[in-house]
T-cell receptor
């Protein structure tokens, strides 16, 4: 079966531009997560969706970052006015349910964002 | 607050020798712990998970980990390393009652010499 997919796989943008990153979770998974992997900070949680609502946005680093999820499926992470420190690999994961910490999260291949 | 600490940033072993990747956790609750592996330019893959059912957890590719509450440890082991085991390994804790969000350790890079 299809896993978690993310697009684009690579994105190079200029400082100050807006970018949108897309995540397609595994069909039937109600929970969706965004993480960021960077050299200096390691892997850090950004935001969690249960269905279309986001009960935990605590990891978003600034108000330039936002995310939405529609139809309980696809999610988009938007970064406005990108800065060089936003350069990282953005990972999406989904799991059957977010209401139990036991559920395995399946990760996508990530989007490598480079801000020049 | 919950956290994990991976004690080694890099481990190097020879092929056919045992692997030990060390992880200590901090949690006020009974934790859910995981080990994930990330091969170069590949996505994260779950190796194994501990969810209080058994303290010795077996995972894929011959890896296993033992949960030791008294030592707050969850070390990853494998009896005999293979060249294909070279990768980055992450010890991870699931945050209690917060939707299952994961807190990652800093990672241990495993090198396997022929």
């Amino acid at each position: 079966g299809a896993g978690v997919s993310q697009s684009p796989s690579n994105k190079v943008t200029e400082k100050g531009k807006d970018v949108e990153l897309r995540c397609d979770p595994i069909s039937g998974h109600t929970a969706l997560y965004w993480y960021r992997q960077s050299l200096g900070q390691g892997l850090e949680f950004l935001i969690y969706f249960q269905g279309n609502s986001a009960p935990d946005k605590s990891g978003l680093p600034s108000d330039r970052f936002s995310a939405e999820r529609t139809g309980g499926s696809v999610s988009t992470l938007t970064i406005q006015r990108t800065q060089q420190e936003d350069s990282a690999v953005y990972l999406c994961a989904s799991s059957f349910s977010g209401t139990s910490g036991f559920n395995e999260q399946f990760f996508g291949p990530g989007t490598r964002l480079t801000v020049l | 607050a919950q956290s994990v600490t991976q004690l080694d940033s890099h481990v190097s072993v020879s092929e056919g020798t045992p692997v030990l990747l060390r992880c200590n956790y901090s949690s006020s609750y009974s934790p859910s712990l995981f080990w994930y592996v990330q091969h170069p330019n590949k996505g994260l893959q779950l190796l194994l998970k501990y969810t209080s059912a058994a303290t010795l957890v077996k995972g894929i590719n011959g890896f296993e980990a033992e949960f030791k509450k008294s030592e707050t440890s969850f070390h990853l082991t494998k009896p005999s390393a293979h060249m294909s085991d070279a990768a980055e390994y992450f010890c991870v804790v699931s945050v209690y009652n917060q939707g299952g969000k994961l807190i990652f350790g800093q990672g241990t890079e495993l090198s396997v010499k022929p």
